[in-house]
């Protein structure tokens, strides 16, 4: 059941099950052995993506129901084809009324069936809360909202509606009383004065408290998904909500229609490592032979995977960045970093960035989730004499400093990352009074002991979604050094990687993980993995590109913009700009689209809280006005016509290595053809599948080229984990990896702009005497940017 290859697929209303069949023989002729679908359990109406779930345990009859899964199913088998699906055992969507155990909870609280369900503190450090959830979804504050007439109460008293959107179910005991009260539309109308003093009576005997969404950072007594208040941590820990979460699944595989699963957000459970062996159990009791079972992970520097869990590795964010990585020139990174301090005025190395951004974020986005891990620890203190009198101030301001040292997602308390909490423990005792260093030193003996699990399950739940925020969704939207070393998964510390260490990395994971998933484009990124190749360019012409920038800056319209922000903005012009430009209008929208959430996400001049209104328009004016501008717009095309070649050349090389290096190959939907995508909702525009089953195809910039490349290296793909790197010898054996997997010899270029032509192929004499296993380097790539020999 181990796949040979998956084809992803995000299916949502306007691509259901019914339109993946027609595909099942397209994926086969392609190589793939299955496809890899997107969550498929009931989420949130209309929802693109499908993380939003509402009812784990039914499939998402928008998609088709479990009769158009079946269905694709059997197509697919008919081909020979399985299906990997992708879960998520982390949260659910809430603050509608579309959440039956969400719902339940409301209206029962503590006593609700399904109160263990969701990853709520009943009783939180304010006495007035207990018993209760915070409920932070109206759009103003609560005295507002109650006279405003956004609070109302439903004809028959079962629930109060709150802007006509979200449902507040009404106790029983409530109901029953309302019943005998009459016109109670007038009785409790918020507008008047009578009305709103009945309206908040009734409310504050409910279970849950409502709140402006403002106060959810820092009074929530729940875990979110990050920080978004839709979607409500589950305690998966429990049995019955593993139960409940996996049947599904658990019974798909059972039966045959699945082979395998991707667990989404693995580090936001309470225990890793044990969820990880329990479902490998739980798969293992539902069929013979071995489920393929990846999990979400975002490794930090030097951090493996835990070989303890049972998975077959990762779901490739690994190595998208260390592939990335090999195709980025080490020339490029001081002159690019120079120019970007001195242009932006922001900090020079990415580790600075970061830094700041997690004290921002920890403060800003996530005090509360500080607060009640704070209070975990102080009770245990307060409980030995030893420790009686160490503060809450104390413990919180320790934490505090920890939080914004620990540069990975979890400790993973008495396993391999104990040395990394001890090194961020050492770095933090310089941010706090020397007085309190002691303090540190007694947090990490406890998170490294048995005594204090649910305090230190709450501060590895805090210090990776801490992660999420600061890096990715913050951090790398601030550092524009070069785009396409910033995306999900990469260190952006890393400007690139040498053949030697990028062959270590694969060495490494086919040692422990040979079967891991190797993608190079997700549902999750911020650009597409041609877009990336080709911004890889920069880095091997960085004179030529920045004197480019500087003078597209000072003849475009740029007044009021930030000249960072103007920086990341060509940037994204020049790495995701069609191959020609018929319709630049269509993709300035696209580029202004994708600046929004940019800026938004820096959190600099704008922000999803407070969105600078003003400052977006004056930046998506210059994304129009640029590509309106005849002579910018000319001047565009004709730079990325000179780096295209080398672009798509990269591209290629990124595919072959996806392609034939142990693990699992992942290809996203639509990356069979160029992908010049941006961030989402981008990277999940329809797909023109029609074009991808046609005809050959003379011209590279089709896409074609690339969709031959990965047929033949699938065809051609070694199974097995005996990987061996193998030198170049020769005037250019730095601009050549080669390796060989059980008898098939790879070769591919790397860092060879200069030599490519616009056609694709290279200068011959450019190669020199460059050889591999005694094969003339010039000669094996003449025909195309690879080679595969057995």
């Known amino acids: 059941m181990i796949p040979r290859a998956t084809y992803r697929i995000q299916f949502h209303r306007d691509f259901p099950f019914?339109?993946?069949?027609?595909?099942?023989?397209?994926?086969?002729?392609?190589?793939?052995?299955?496809?890899?679908?997107?969550?498929?359990?009931?989420?949130?109406?209309?929802?693109?993506h499908g993380y939003d779930v509402v009812d784990p345990t039914v499939i998402n009859p928008e998609l088709g129901g479990e009769e158009g899964f079946r269905a694709l199913a059997a197509a697919l088998k008919a081909e020979g084809l399985g299906i990997i699906l992708d879960i998520v055992p982390n949260h659910m969507a809430v603050g509608a009324a579309d959440n039956r155990w969400w719902m339940d909870v409301l209206e029962h609280g503590p006593g609700s069936d399904y109160a263990r369900f969701f990853d709520i503190d009943w009783e939180p450090t304010d006495p007035a809360m207990h018993g209760?959830?915070?409920?932070?979804?109206?759009?103003?504050?609560?005295?507002?909202?109650l006279r405003s007439g956004a609070l109302t109460l439903e004809a028959d008293g079962s629930a109060v509606m709150a802007h006509g959107t979200h449902r507040f179910p009404i106790r029983r005991e409530d109901r029953a009383a309302l019943a005998s009260e009459g016109d109670l539309a007038t009785r409790y109308d918020g507008r008047t004065a009578e009305g709103a003093e009945r309206l908040h009576a009734l409310l504050e005997r409910q279970h849950y408290r409502l709140a402006w969404w403002r106060t959810a950072g820092d009074e929530i007594n729940w875990r979110r998904f990050f920080d978004i208040t839709e979607l409500a941590g589950l305690r998966v820990e429990e049995p019955a909500v593993f139960d409940a979460v996996h049947a599904l699944p658990l019974r798909l595989y059972g039966e045959g229609l699945i082979d395998?699963?991707?667990?989404d957000h693995v580090d936001g459970l309470a225990d890793p490592g044990g969820y990880c062996r329990r479902l490998r159990a739980a798969l293992d009791a539902q069929r013979e032979g071995s489920a393929y079972l990846i999990v979400e992970k975002i490794l930090a520097a030097g951090e493996p995977l835990p070989t303890d869990w049972r998975t077959d590795g990762t779901s490739g964010y690994d190595f998208m960045n260390q592939v990335a990585g090999l195709l980025h020139d080490p020339a490029g990174e001081a002159p690019l970093t120079r120019h970007w301090h001195e242009l932006s005025g922001r900090a020079a190395d990415f580790a600075e960035e970061e830094h700041a951004a997690r004290i921002e974020i920890l403060e800003r986005t996530f005090p509360g989730q500080l607060d009640a891990v704070a209070a975990a620890f102080h009770q245990i203190a307060r409980a030995d004499l030893a420790t009686r009198d160490v503060t809450l101030g104390m413990i919180r301001r320790a934490l505090a400093a920890i939080l914004v040292q620990f540069t990975a997602y979890r400790s993973y308390g008495g396993q391999s990352l104990d040395n990394r909490l001890v090194r961020a423990a050492t770095a933090a005792k310089e941010a706090v009074p020397p007085s309190e260093t002691a303090v540190i030193d007694i947090l990490v003996g406890w998170m490294q002991g048995p005594d204090a699990r649910d305090a230190t399950r709450r501060f590895e739940q805090l210090s990776a979604p801490l992660a999420a925020k600061s890096v990715e969704d913050t951090a790398f939207y601030r550092y524009g050094r070069l785009l396409s070393r910033t995306d999900v998964g990469f260190d952006a510390d890393r400007f690139s990687l040498s053949p030697a260490e990028f062959a270590a990395t694969v060495a490494a994971r086919a040692a422990d993980y040979p079967h891991a998933m190797l993608t190079t484009a997700t549902?999750?990124?911020?650009?597409?993995?041609d877009v990336r190749a080709r911004l890889a360019v920069l880095s091997e012409m960085p004179d030529a590109w920045i004197e480019t920038a500087t003078r597209w800056a000072e003849l475009s319209i740029a007044e009021g913009i930030d000249a960072g922000d103007c920086y990341q903005v060509l940037q994204t012009l020049v790495g995701a700009c069609p191959f020609v430009l018929d319709d630049p209008e269509s993709f300035a929208e696209r580029v202004v689209q994708w600046s929004q959430k940019a800026l938004r996400e820096a959190k600099l001049r704008s922000s999803w809280t407070l969105p600078g209104e003003a400052y977006e328009a004056r930046v998506a004016a210059f994304i129009q006005n640029f590509l309106k501008s005849t002579e910018l717009r000319g001047e565009l095309t004709d730079f990325v016509a000179r780096i295209a070649p080398a672009g798509a050349v990269n591209g290629i090389v990124q595919a072959v290595l996806r392609s034939t290096l142990p693990g699992v190959p992942d290809c996203y939907q639509g990356a069979d053809f160029w992908d010049l995508?941006?961030?989402?909702?981008?990277?999940?525009?329809?797909?023109?599948?029609?074009?991808?089953?046609?005809?050959?195809?003379?011209?590279?910039?089709?896409?074609?080229?690339?969709?031959?490349?990965?047929?033949?290296?699938?065809?051609?793909?070694s199974t097995g984990a005996a990987f061996t790197p193998v030198e170049a010898t020769g005037a250019r054996a730095g601009n050549i990896f080669a390796f060989q997997v059980n008898d098939l010899l790879v070769v591919v270029p790397i860092r060879c702009a200069e030599a490519v032509r616009p056609d694709l192929s290279f200068d011959a004499a450019w190669w020199g005497n460059t050889e591999v296993n005694g094969f003339r380097v010039d000669q094996m790539l003449a025909d195309k940017p690879y080679a595969l020999i057995r």
């Open 523 to 529: 549902h999750d990124h911020k650009r597409g993995e």
């Open 18 to 48: 019914e339109a993946g069949i027609p595909l099942a023989g397209y994926l086969k002729s392609l190589g793939i052995s299955h496809l890899y679908a997107s969550p498929i359990g009931t989420a949130r109406s209309g929802s693109t």
């Open 260 to 263: 395998g699963v991707r667990v």
């Open 132 to 145: 209760k959830l915070l409920a932070p979804f109206l759009g103003m504050a609560y005295g507002e909202a």
């Open 677 to 717: 995508s941006l961030v989402d909702p981008d990277n999940r525009r329809p797909v023109d599948y029609t074009a991808r089953q046609g005809g050959t195809s003379g011209d590279w910039r089709t896409g074609k080229v690339k969709q031959t490349a990965i047929a033949e290296c699938l065809a051609a793909k």
